[in-house]
């Protein structure tokens, strides 16, 4: 199995500051037709998780534009660019390659200083 | 766009657990379910997928022969069985949708509001 490693695992962040989250996984997500199969999820507090990022860069509808994705093969990034009140939560990578099973990190926990 | 999940189940060691997913909003057979799950506390870990058109069906390889991924396509539902429960699977467990929608493949697109599963002598 792909095996996704975050770090952090816990952010605290100033509101109106950046923030930056790192997925590394342990086989490259670059499939031979040419997408990369890495999303990224945000879990706030007492919800279901919501896709903020898919294909490694696009940002999901509704999703507000200081979110933004990056990466390729194996090295990938989440950054707010302005962390605001309604982003804590526990933000996931995910790979969803065509092979299952799809892996998880272990989470990033972002709260407000 | 939505997932509806059945309600919370407390369930003793040794027994089995079926947890229902009602889907509107789309087409069903058009998409895929799969199910994951989340310990309190804990991260998410995938469980299964099935292709709701095929009712083809893929598993994690350490839940191979406790769970069944099942649908009613008369009622756009699909269904998620455990078997074999033992205090570790006490869990919310989630329903979510994947599927490819143009050029883009959405792996876990709408989630449901997830299902409490409590596993206790």
């Known amino acids: 199995d792909i095996v996704m490693t975050q770090t952090p695992l816990s952010l605290s962040v100033t509101p109106g500051q950046p923030a930056s989250i790192s997925c590394k996984s342990s086989q490259s997500l670059l499939h031979g037709d040419g997408k990369t199969y890495l999303y990224w999820y945000l879990q706030k507090p007492g919800q279901s998780p919501q896709l903020l990022i898919y294909?490694?860069?696009n940002r999901f509808s509704g999703v507000p534009d200081r979110f933004s994705g990056s990466g390729s093969g194996t090295d990938f990034t989440l950054k707010i660019s302005r962390v605001e009140a309604e982003d804590v939560g526990v933000y996931y990578c995910?790979?969803?390659?065509?092979?299952?099973?799809?892996?998880f990190g272990q989470g990033t926990k972002v709260e407000i200083k | 766009v939505q997932l509806v999940q059945s309600g919370a189940e407390v369930k003793k060691p040794g027994a089995s657990v079926k947890v229902s997913c009602e889907t509107s909003?789309?087409?069903?057979?058009?998409?895929?379910i799969n199910w994951v799950r989340q310990a309190t506390g804990r991260g998410l870990e995938w469980l299964g997928w099935?292709?709701?058109?095929?009712?083809?069906?893929v598993y994690a390889e350490r839940f191979q022969g406790r769970i069944t991924i099942t649908r009613d396509t008369s009622k756009s539902t699909a269904y998620m069985e455990l078997s074999t429960l033992r205090s570790e699977d006490t869990a919310v467990y989630y329903c979510?949708?994947?599927?490819?929608?143009?050029?883009?493949?959405?792996?876990?697109?709408?989630w449901g509001q997830g299902t409490q599963v409590s596993v206790s002598s």
């Open positions: 995910m790979q969803g390659m065509h092979l299952l099973p799809w892996t």
């Open positions: 979510a949708r994947s599927g490819w929608f143009g050029q883009f493949f959405f792996a876990l697109l709408d």
């Open positions: 909003g789309f087409t069903f057979l058009s998409s895929d």
């Open positions: 099935m292709g709701l058109n095929s009712g083809d069906t």
């Open positions: 294909e490694a860069s």
